[in-house]
């Protein structure tokens, strides 16, 4: 029987508690699923591709049937290039439908031969989301219970070193 290949494809910058609850809900799909994180040099995001790959590597572990991999240029020539017939992605509210649905539609028209699914979080992850999580790290807030207890960790680290850095810049003009 040939092996079902699914792709789950974003940002993750950083991976909350949605996301894994997706990717585990994704695990029951396909027997491999691969994390995919966009290489985007147009966003400027908090962690690096690497330090997203080595953050999410920590929490899911070495497990081959889900490899954490970085990639560039159109999704679906990556799922091509993975052998994923799938590409999973999470929906939480109706404000991400429009969205999910352009991409999901023009992936599609790319590629028909893959199949977008969408699947939902747990209802008490229906609102989180990195954009979010980051903001509230950011202004001091607490993210407990929102991402994994080791990203919270590294979140807490790298907003106290932006929070030095823009004071430090601050002082160099004054
Ligand atoms: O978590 P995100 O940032 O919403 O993920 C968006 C992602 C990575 C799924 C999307 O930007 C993407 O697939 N980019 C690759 C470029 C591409 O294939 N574009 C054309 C199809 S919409």
Redesign the pocket.
């Known amino acids: 029987m040939t092996e079902r290949i699914a792709l789950y ?3 993750f910058d950083p991976l909350t508690n949605g996301h894994l609850d997706i990717l585990s809900r994704a695990r029951r799909l396909a027997d491999r699923v691969v994390v995919a994180i ?1 290489e985007n040099d147009a966003k400027t995001p908090l962690f690096t591709v690497s330090e997203r790959i080595a953050m999410i590597h920590e929490i899911v572990g070495d497990d081959p049937a889900t490899p954490v991999r970085s990639f560039s240029g ?3 020539d990556f799922a091509k290039e993975v052998g994923a017939t799938l590409i999973v992605r999470g929906l939480r509210a109706v404000s991400d439908y429009e969205y999910e649905l352009q ?1 999901a539609l ?2 599609r028209r790319l590629t028909p031969s893959i199949e977008t699914v969408f699947l939902m979080a747990k209802e008490e992850y229906s609102y989180v989301s990195s954009r979010l999580v980051k903001e509230v790290a950011r202004l001091g807030g607490d993210v407990t219970g929102l991402v994994p207890e080791a990203i919270r960790l590294r979140l807490v680290e790298r907003v106290g070193k932006e929070l030095l850095v823009e004071k430090s810049k601050v002082k160099g003009r004054t």
């Open positions: 494809p974003g940002s966009l159109l999704l679906v991409m023009m992936n």
